[in-house]
């Protein structure tokens, strides 16, 4: 069973930051893309994030807010987050992605919620 854990989650005010951070064993972490979904109350999970290859990738509502970095020493990657809107509001989940010829694997963290409020 392929564990990602993830940390950093609180609330937070409006206008601020946070940071998240996905732990994930070696095997996976080295081998993987890895990336940050959300799923905010009664909507689906969407993408946040993702960072492959030296790459980074986001979703259009939180450019330049939020930066994606890994640390490859450590085997984490890490998701700050700025200028928080309540919008942001969501649980967040860690992903690693790896596509194999014609096979995705797909592995997911437990969530972190991040609520967004004054």
């Known amino acids: 069973q392929v564990q990602l854990v993830e940390s950093g989650g609180t609330l937070v005010q409006p206008g601020g930051s946070l940071r998240l951070s996905c732990a994930a064993p070696?095997?996976?972490?080295?081998?993987?893309?890895m990336g940050w979904y959300r799923q905010a109350p009664g909507k689906q999970r969407e993408f946040v994030a993702c960072?492959?290859?030296?790459?980074?990738y986001y979703t259009h509502s939180v450019k330049g807010r939020f930066t994606i970095s890994r640390d490859n020493a450590k085997n984490t990657v890490s998701l700050q987050m700025n200028s928080l809107k309540p919008e942001d509001t969501a649980v967040y989940f860690c992903?690693?992605?790896?596509?194999?010829?014609?096979?995705?694997?797909?592995?997911w963290g437990q969530g972190t919620q991040v609520p967004v409020s004054s």
């Open positions: 992903n690693a992605h790896r596509t194999w010829g014609r096979n995705e694997y797909d592995y």
């Open positions: 070696e095997n996976i972490f080295s081998m993987y893309d």
């Open positions: 960072i492959s290859g030296g790459s980074t």
